[in-house]
């Protein structure tokens, strides 16, 4: 009784109460009722990928939201000429005491909501995040479009400056899967997921920092763009998940690794198979195939030879 009360009073006043518990996403209604409360910060990542920019946002975000660049602001790096890894400990620990999130906030993300690429950015923060020790963490499904599909839905504008907080990362190295473990991964018959496009995979085309074609012996491919609604910005419920995964000759439940090409579309499969689908035994390697396919003396094989 003394709970309904409680949460009655806060209906009263206009203040939603919070989850007691974050889950890996989070919907409109959701945000809504909580982008604002005390113990949440919503990150807006919109950024060059998706056509977005801090202009974007001081023209219009979700009320309470708080900007960084996820390719600007910090949380990708280059780490032995490999780009977009993950950033030394303390210098991304300042970046998220900045944003006004300590060890206490539940950060959720959102981004344009276009497609699987901008997914992509929020995913890879997500895991970033997990990474880091912090679990109290959600995305909001759709991103923004999802959330201003509804004219009605409040946008604020100009510029939040939160108070910067102390942020101390646990570094959860489980998590990371370095080339060493992909070679090991190899030799036990660990599985091997490619979230490339298909192109990519099979040879056809690469990444630009990329010296050869093709991807690691033993992969299987489930594309980035598979693992969300048409290649949007929403990700397919599990049973849909489960028959790609099938398809694509992917175990959702055996000891995996994700790569792509420096850890972005990897980090969708990561969160489909672990956070969505529950597979708490699963990597993902940030060097991924920037890092193999310079290295000269690690194996590639390609389907498509020119």
């Known amino acids: 009784m003394k709970t309904k009360k409680i949460i009655i009073g806060l209906l009263l006043f206009g203040l939603a109460p919070l989850a007691t518990a974050s889950t890996p996403l989070v919907d409109v209604d959701w945000i809504k ?3 604002c409360n005390k113990n949440v910060r919503v990150l807006d990542i ?9 202009i974007d946002y001081l023209q219009g975000h979700i009320p309470c939201a708080v900007y960084t660049d996820y390719l600007k602001g910090g949380w990708r790096s ?10 030394p400990t303390d210098k991304i620990e300042k970046l998220i005491g900045d944003l006004g999130i300590d060890n206490k906030t539940h950060v959720v993300i959102y981004h344009a909501g276009k497609d699987a690429l901008d997914m992509g950015s ?3 923060v997500y895991w ?19 959330y201003t599909a509804d004219k009605k839905n409040p946008l604020d504008k100009g510029n939040n400056m939160p108070k910067a907080l102390a942020f101390k990362a646990q570094l959860n190295s489980a998590m990371i899967a370095t ?14 997921v490619d979230n490339r496009p298909a192109d990519q995979f099979l040879g056809v085309n690469r990444h630009p920092k990329s010296s050869r074609n093709g991807t690691i012996p033993g992969a299987v491919n489930l594309p980035e763009s598979w693992l969300t609604q048409n290649g949007g910005g929403s990700f397919r419920d599990v049973g849909t998940l489960n028959k790609l995964y099938s398809q694509a000759h992917v175990d959702p439940q055996q000891e995996t ?21 529950g597979n708490k035994n699963v990597k993902l390697y940030d060097g991924s195939m920037v890092e193999w396919t310079n290295d000269a003396s690690l194996p590639m094989v390609s389907t498509i030879k020119f």
């Open 33 to 35: 009722a909580n982008s």
């Open 46 to 54: 919109r950024n060059a990928l998706d056509g977005g920019s801090k």
């Open 78 to 87: 280059m780490v032995n000429k490999v780009p977009g890894q993950l950033p």
């Open 122 to 124: 929020a995913t890879r």
């Open 128 to 146: 970033t995040f997990k990474v880091l020790g912090h679990d109290d963490v959600s995305i909001l499904n759709g991103g923004l479009s999802a």
């Open 179 to 192: 080339k060493e473990d992909v070679l090991k991964a190899r030799e036990k018959g660990i599985e091997l």
């Open 257 to 277: 690794i994700n790569f792509c090409n420096t850890g972005h579309w990897a980090s969708l499969g990561w969160f489909a198979t672990s956070e969505l689908m």
